[in-house]
Each structure stands twice: as structure tokens, then as C-alpha cells.
């Protein structure tokens, strides 16, 4: 008998779903193993794969093209310091993406920005993510300032030690592994920025050790280790169907974070990691006790660079990318004039001008490689995972205790019920409200940072 129209969509969904997790191994493969010499090989095969499963076929080429050549220009003006040098590839990139937003706006019933936010994260519009800025920006400038200053009175005494690459490996294994990630069924690997690939049952995690700093590499793996529960925990009866699928960056990034920063960079967190880490790191000394090591994973520090900025910085950083990207698809920010209005723009929001266009608007890949929306998604997640935290808290009042005895299985049963199972049958903001009893807004992040930040360490 021949197949139902149901039956054949199922099928092309099943096929898709494949095509993503090639892309997944091959990107992995080539942070990870690729020789690097065989880059022009990986970028034909990724191609060719990437117009496979998408619909917009010959704008799908054009910008992928754009995109390979952008970030070869992006990589030579930073080496350079030379913003000229990658100008007009950005420029062309941008057309392509005004394009491509123009077009999936159209299709969706959706302004065309908020079409490419929706591609990241579906659900979420520019009139939300408006909202929840506000909320942040009223709040933030005096809470950095008071941060900072509780802390100044407070430094952390620095951390010493010979931290090798290989008692470091040792101590994120014996970590992730209370984290529940299934090293029968997953890696972890190094590679130069921490990222998430494959697919459940196949999970593929990377961080990077810091020989100077015994957290960095470690909470570099945590917070994959986050994406990773996610993509495990999804409903595995619909894993290769659209409604078994995460629900966007936002969501995704949520699940990080919480992991990260509202689990892990907390004094229950120290608790149970301190003796770990004198076991592996075979360290000792009163900078080791646990005020130290708190201090530490809560200092606040203002930078131009948003890979280096801290929990409660970091959102001043999006909220700048999303400002000057949207005006500069809407063409009132023309990207020869991208490099000043970047400085001054983070001038006036962290006080703090970068000297050079590296640490400034050259820092970042994203615009390069055409992801124009995504950014928000950074601190959506931020503030989602603010509320799931303040939710599961709520419902499981012993959850620092158990996080202190290094045991996650309270924390991962609450996700599993109430975020990962749910996959994508739910609307984000639905999901939510669902999970934790109210509408998303940033008040229960910003009551976790002031809670956090204005405690005296
Ligand atoms: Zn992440």
C-alpha cells in the first residue's frame, strides 16, 4: 500500500533530521580532529549538505558563498586590526541576509527582523525582547556599580598551581559525570570555544583548559553539559520528527546557563567541587577554602570583550549587538560607520571604550557567518533560566543541599518534567508560563542577580 501524505512528510522529517546530524558530526569533526589543511574539502561537503535541507535553495548557496568568504576577510582584519579589510564582505552578507529576512518575513506574516529572530528562537518577537531590555537596562548600570564596589573591599586571594591539562580533564569528567552526562554515549573534547554537536545518543561536548585558571575549562564543559542534558532529554519518541526537536537558542541557552551560572557558580556549587579539585589538582592553602574560591567565580569585572565578561555584564554586551544589528539591516547604521558607533555605544553603557576595532566590533564571528538575530537569544536565555531557577527552587527547597552533596538527580528530574520532555509541543513563552506559573519577564533574574551580586562575599 502506498504511503499516506502523513506518512511521507514523517519520512522526509526523518530524513532531515539525519541530514542535521551529519552536519552536526562534520562540525564537530572539524573543531575537533580535522586536519587543518582539509578546511576547502569540509566547507564543499558542508555546503552541499546545507542546501540539501534547506528551502530557500539558491539563496541558501548565494549567502552561504558570502558568508565562507566573510569569514576568511574577518580572520585577515582582525590579524590585521584593519576593519576596511572585512567591510564590503560584511556589507554583501548583509544584503543577503536583508534578503533572506525580507523573504522569510513575508512567508511567516512576520516583520523581517523578527522573521530571523524567530528562525532562532521561535516564538520570541522584537516587541518582547524590547521589553525584557528595558527591564535590564534600568537596572543594570547601578548594579554593576554596586558590584563592583561590595567587591573591591573583597578581592579574591589568586589561585595557584600547576593546573595541567590532565588532572583538569579529570576533575570535569568526575563532574559531569554527577551531572548525569553518558560518557557511553557522549565525549568530551578540546577544542578552541567550548560547543554542543551531534545528536542524543551520539553527544559530543568541548571546552578549553586554561592552565592558569582551574574553572574556566571546567564550567566551559558544565554549561555544554547543559546543552547536552537538553538534547538527551528530549521526548526520544519523537526525536526525529519536528515536535521532538529543542525549542531554540533561547531555550537552549537557558538550559546552559542554569547549569553554568544559577547551579554552578554558587556557594553549594564550592561545597561540593572543593574537595574535588584538591583531589585532582592536588592543591591546598588557605586560598582554597570556599570563600575564596566563591569570590572567584562571582567576580565582576568591566571588559570590552563579551567572551570575557562576567554573568553580570554579559547582557550589556547583547543588548549592544542587538541596537547596532537591526540598524544596520534597516540601513540607518551604514557598516562603514559600525567600528565608532560600537565604541561609543559600549562607552555609554559600561564606561569602558575598546582602543582598537579587535576588541571592539571585530571581536565576535556571528555578523561574518550572516547570524543576524541570534544574539538576543544569549540573554533570553539569561533570563529564562533566572525563572526556571527561581521555580525549581521554589518547588524543591532542598535543592542547595543536594547540589553541596554533588547530587543533580532533583535538578535534572524537575527539567526532564517541566522543559526537556516537553520538546517542541508547546510555544516558548506557553512552555514557560507551564513550567513555572507566570509569563516570562526579568524580574525573577534580576531578583537572582541582586540577590547574588549585593550579598557581601
Ligand atoms: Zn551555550
Not at 28 to 52: C, F, I, K, N, Y
Not at 222 to 234: F, I, K, Q, R, S
Not at 276 to 284: F, I, R
Request: negative net charge; proline residues 6%; contains cysteine.
Amino acid at each position: 500500500m502506498a504511503a499516506s501524505p502523513y506518512e511521507q512528510l514523517e519520512q522526509e522529517f526523518r530524513r532531515l533530521h539525519a541530514f542535521r546530524g551529519a552536519l552536526s558530526l562534520l562540525r564537530w569533526d572539524a573543531a575537533v580532529m580535522m586536519p587543518r589543511g582539509s578546511a576547502d574539502v569540509r566547507g564543499e561537503q558542508l555546503a552541499a549538505l546545507e542546501t540539501e535541507h534547506h528551502a530557500l535553495p539558491s539563496l541558501i548557496a548565494r549567502l552561504a558563498k558570502a558568508t565562507a568568504r566573510a569569514e576568511v576577510f574577518w580572520v585577515e582584519a582582525k590579524k590585521a586590526n584593519n576593519f576596511k579589510l572585512f567591510a564590503p564582505h560584511l556589507e554583501e552578507v548583509v544584503h543577503l541576509v536583508r534578503d533572506k529576512a525580507a523573504l522569510l518575513g513575508q512567508a511567516r506574516g512576520l516583520a523581517p527582523y523578527d522573521a530571523l529572530v524567530d528562525g532562532f528562537t521561535p516564538g520570541i518577537s522584537t516587541a518582547d525582547i524590547d521589553t525584557i531590555f528595558k527591564a535590564l537596562s534600568r537596572k543594570l548600570p547601578s548594579l554593576i556599580n554596586e558590584a563592583i564596589e561590595v567587591q573591591a573591599a573583597h578581592a579574591p586571594t589568586p589561585l595557584t598551581g600547576k593546573f595541567t591539562v590532565a588532572r583538569q580533564r579529570a576533575l570535569s569528567v568526575d563532574v559531569l559525570k554527577a551531572l548525569g552526562f553518558p560518557f557511553d554515549r557522549g565525549r568530551l573534547d578540546e577544542s578552541e570555544h567550548p560547543f554542543t554537536e551531534g545528536v542524543p545518543g551520539d553527544i559530543r561536548v568541548t571546552t578549553r583548559f586554561d592552565l592558569n585558571d582551574p574553572f574556566s575549562g571546567l564550567l566551559g564543559a558544565v554549561h555544554e553539559t547543559g546543552h547536552a542534558m537538553y538534547d538527551l532529554g528530549l521526548p526520544a519518541e519523537w526525536r526525529d520528527q519536528p515536535v521532538g526537536r529543542d525549542r531554540g537558542l533561547a531555550l537552549e541557552e537557558s538550559q546552559s546557563l542554569l547549569f553554568e551560572m544559577n547551579l554552578c557558580r554558587s556557594r553549594a556549587f564550592v561545597k561540593y567541587v572543593r574537595p574535588l579539585m584538591e583531589k585532582y589538582l592536588q592543591v591546598s592553602g588557605p586560598e582554597w577554602d570556599e570563600a575564596n574560591l566563591y569570590r572567584h567565580l562571582i567576580r565582576v569585572r568591566r571588559s570590552t570583550i563579551r567572551m570575557d565578561a562576567d554573568e553580570l555584564t554579559y547582557p550589556v554586551h547583547i543588548m549592544l549587538r542587538y541596537e547596532l544589528e537591526k540598524k544596520i539591516l534597516e540601513g540607518s547604521l551604514p557598516v562603514a560607520d559600525l567600528p565608532e558607533a560600537w565604541n561609543a555605544n559600549l562607552e555609554q553603557r559600561l564606561n569602558i571604550r575598546p582602543t582598537n576595532d579587535v576588541d571592539g566590533c571585530l571581536q565576535d564571528i556571528h555578523w561574518a557567518v550572516g547570524h543576524f538575530g541570534y544574539f538576543p537569544s544569549y540573554v533570553l536565555g539569561a533570563v529564562i533560566a533566572g525563572q526556571l531557577n527561581e521555580a525549581m527552587r521554589a518547588a524543591h527547597p532542598s535543592l542547595d543541599e543536594e547540589i553541596a552533596a554533588g547530587q543533580f538527580g532533583g535538578v535534572m528530574d524537575w527539567l526532564r518534567d517541566n522543559v526537556h520532555g516537553v520538546g517542541a509541543r508547546l510555544p516558548v513563552q506557553e512552555l514557560i508560563k507551564q513550567a513555572t506559573g507566570k509569563p516570562l519577564t526579568a524580574a525573577a533574574y534580576l531578583r537572582y542577580l541582586e540577590a547574588k551580586y549585593l550579598e557581601v562575599p
